[in-house]
């Protein structure tokens, strides 16, 4: 039994530290999920506002160049004329105008490439010269225009839809041998303001890894960051995958925030850089997740096993303890079903075992008592039975004896003499049988003889009432049950100086058992000696204290008890001056036996 409540309380135990698990696990992936998702985004909106400023600092150029007539005129004349007329040009114009500085288009171009640092070199292409001019913080260059008219319109096209893309590009003239790998480009036309005519463009080449610098500088990189075109193209991994690529998979920016399926189950950020047509994606998989995972899982299996090990090793320890502690209650028991009344169980503690062990304790201190006193019992009844016998008389005597006396006093008219004589007679012959196992009606019979007797006594003093259900007749009950119980109203309650004393015996079914009742209107009971009584009968078995006057009504409580089980007895009901109630409970069994 204890071997089934360790592996049941193992199992429960496995089961809850199992769910608890789970639930920790569960609740931690839900957290390092959402400060992933949060640094994520937050990676994510740095790199936008890098992304933003960087715009702006380009626009911040063209207007510039738009709103300042003498950098419009320079860029414009430059664009239309040789780079040898230009320089001319430049020359007129400083003779004319005497100053020491003039304003161009490169000065300003030197300084946004001094204020800006991730930007590597900005490039000016001539449309009508197909030459260009690249400047960088140190040095500028130009280049004359090598490709075919139709390569040049087909990439001065792309550019013009494409405002950013990465390099290495087929771009005229230009040679990219040495170029580094991870740079992108914005490109923009410039128009004559006062004609509208495309005359130009003006490519701003940008360093991709300044993005990583700025991120770990701002923001710890958290999941994979892109920066992606309007047409998808990636221009910032991150992960230095798809770099200079279309990103394969579809973004919707209504899914933004939720679990989305590309190349495994994912959380998307998608945030939109102003006007640029640049969108900075934040993306966290489920694999990073597990990663960072990694460690808690493990940690919580561990922890798990070593409080599964722990309870059980402690509900081993102190399911054993008790254990012994009903071994050693059974040994006891099956030493007492042996016959050795003396074993005892010592038991220290203070649980419901070392209850049992006292009750057991008791329970041996009253079973050797009670065989004492049965012992003597015996013996003493034994010697009765003895002198009984040494004292006998012949029963055929004396009822021959009680018939000669019972017809001389009818010879002489003393009717009533006789009729006693012959109620004792009859009692006598009931009373010498051996049986001790009478019927219903039989036991009714000589009680009602009894009564008999006495209301010859009494002539006109007391009336009885007998009533039996039909039913019950042939059952079985002891005998001397319900004589003692009319003797206790004579001897007690019987009012001699009255002549309406009153008694009547009732013997009916209730269900599977037999109810008699014996009610009087005699003198009653005191209220002290009732609770006395029923006190009395509550100690099942114990000797009558000393001086107690209903012996019979003991004998009779304690003879049915002990034939016919504790759940059947006597029970009294009394009032001084109304009579007493005296209701008996036996089982209903049909037919008689003999002891």
């Given at each position: 039994?204890?071997?089934k409540?360790?592996v ?5 135990m496995?089961v809850?530290?199992?769910i ?22 937050k ?7 890098y992304?933003?400023?960087q715009?702006?600092?380009i626009q911040?150029?063209?207007q ?10 320079d ?6 004329h040789?780079?040898?007329d230009y320089l001319k040009?430049?020359l007129d114009?400083?003779s004319r105008?005497r100053?020491q500085?003039l304003?161009?288009?490169?000065t300003l171009l030197?300084?946004?490439l001094e204020?800006?640092?991730s930007?590597k070199n900005?490039s ?7 030459v260009h001019?690249?400047i960088?913080r140190?040095n ?8 075919s008219?139709?390569?040049k ?13 990465t390099?290495p ?7 990219q041998e ?5 740079a992108?480009?914005?490109?923009r ?13 003006m490519?701003?080449?940008f360093?991709?890894r ?9 923001a710890a990189?958290?999941g994979?960051i ?9 221009i910032?991994?991150s ?10 998979y ?10 989305v399926?590309?190349?495994e189950p994912s959380?998307v950020s998608?945030l ?6 640049l969108s ?16 808690l ?5 561990l ?5 599964v ?6 509900t081993?320890?102190i399911i ?5 502690k009903?071994?050693?209650?059974i040994r006891?028991m099956?030493?007492?079903g ?5 074993t005892r169980?010592q038991?220290s503690?203070?649980d ?7 009750r057991f304790?008791?329970m ?5 008592q009670?065989i004492d006193?049965?012992?003597?019992s ?7 039975e003895?002198?009984?016998?040494q004292s006998?008389?012949?029963p055929h005597?004396?009822?021959?004896t009680?018939?000669s ?7 002489e ?6 009729q006693?004589i012959?109620?004792?007679s009859v009692m006598f012959?009931?009373?010498a ?7 219903i009606e039989?036991?009714?019979?000589m009680?009602?003889?009894?009564l008999?007797?006495?209301c010859l006594r009494?002539e006109?003093?007391l ?5 039996v259900d ?11 049950l ?9 001897v007690h309650g ?5 002549h309406?004393?009153r ?8 269900g599977?058992r037999?109810?008699?009742t014996?009610l ?10 009732l609770?006395?009584i029923?006190?009395t009968?509550?100690?099942t078995l114990?000797p009558?204290?000393k001086?107690?006057r209903s012996i019979?009504l003991?004998?009779v ?5 002990l034939?016919y089980?504790?759940?059947y007895?006597?029970?009294i ?6 009579g007493?109630e ?7 069994l ?5 002891a």
């Amino acid at each position: 039994m204890f071997n089934k409540i360790v592996v049941l309380y193992s199992g429960v135990m496995i089961v809850l530290f199992a769910i608890a698990a789970a639930l920790v696990y569960q609740y931690q992936t839900q957290r390092i999920l959402s400060e992933q998702t949060d640094d994520n985004l937050k990676s994510a909106q740095v790199l936008n506002i890098y992304l933003s400023r960087q715009y702006e600092n380009i626009q911040n150029v063209f207007q510039q160049i738009y709103g300042d007539a003498t950098l419009s005129d320079d860029l414009l004349y430059f664009l239309n004329h040789d780079y040898e007329d230009y320089l001319k040009h430049r020359l007129d114009v400083y003779s004319r105008m005497r100053e020491q500085r003039l304003s161009s288009f490169k000065t300003l171009l030197m300084n946004y490439l001094e204020q800006d640092s991730s930007a590597k070199n900005v490039s000016i292409y001539s449309y009508p010269n197909d030459v260009h001019m690249q400047i960088s913080r140190t040095n500028q260059q130009l280049f004359n225009g090598s490709n075919s008219a139709e390569g040049k319109e087909s990439w001065y096209a792309g550019r013009e839809q494409h405002s950013w893309d990465t390099l290495p590009l087929e771009e005229p003239g230009k040679v990219q041998e040495g170029k580094a790998s991870r740079a992108y480009v914005y490109s923009r036309e410039i128009k004559d303001p006062w004609t509208l005519q495309r005359v130009g463009m003006m490519t701003v080449e940008f360093d991709a890894r300044q993005f990583t610098s700025w991120l770990e500088s701002r923001a710890a990189i958290t999941g994979r960051i892109l920066v992606l075109t309007a047409k998808g193209l990636v221009i910032y991994d991150s992960k230095d995958e798809y770099f200079g690529q279309t990103y394969p998979y579809r973004l919707d920016t209504e899914k933004a925030g939720e679990w989305v399926e590309l190349n495994e189950p994912s959380r998307v950020s998608i945030l939109n850089v102003g006007n640029a047509g640049l969108s900075v994606v934040g993306i966290v998989s489920q694999s990073s997740i597990r990663e960072s995972t990694q460690s808690l899982r493990t940690g919580l299996i561990l922890v798990t096993l070593v409080f599964v090990v722990f309870s059980f090793v402690i509900t081993s320890s102190i399911i054993r303890k008790y254990s012994k502690k009903v071994q050693r209650i059974i040994r006891s028991m099956n030493r007492i079903g042996e016959g050795d009344l003396s074993t005892r169980i010592q038991m220290s503690g203070e649980d419901e075992l070392q209850q049992i062990s006292q009750r057991f304790n008791d329970m041996g201190d009253r079973l050797e008592q009670y065989i004492d006193r049965m012992y003597a019992s015996e013996i003493k009844q034994k010697n009765a039975e003895l002198v009984a016998l040494q004292s006998q008389i012949n029963p055929h005597f004396l009822y021959n004896t009680l018939e000669s006396i019972r017809m001389k006093a009818y010879f002489e008219g003393v009717k009533d003499v006789g009729q006693m004589i012959y109620s004792l007679s009859v009692m006598f012959k009931s009373m010498a049988k051996k049986s001790t196992i009478v019927t219903i009606e039989e036991e009714i019979d000589m009680c009602s003889v009894y009564l008999e007797l006495f209301c010859l006594r009494y002539e006109g003093q007391l009336s009885a009432n007998i009533e039996v259900d039909p039913d019950i007749r042939q059952c079985s009950i002891i005998k001397l049950l319900v004589q003692p119980i009319v003797e206790n109203y004579i001897v007690h309650g019987f009012r001699s100086q009255e002549h309406d004393n009153r008694i009547t015996v009732q013997a009916q079914r209730s269900g599977e058992r037999i109810v008699i009742t014996v009610l009087d209107n005699g003198t009653g009971i005191p209220e002290d000696k009732l609770a006395h009584i029923r006190q009395t009968l509550n100690r099942t078995l114990d000797p009558p204290e000393k001086g107690y006057r209903s012996i019979g009504l003991m004998n009779v409580h304690e003879r049915i008890i002990l034939n016919y089980g504790s759940d059947y007895g006597v029970t009294i009901n009394s009032k001084v001056g109304q009579g007493t109630e005296v209701r008996m409970e036996i089982p209903m069994l049909i037919g008689g036996g003999s002891a």
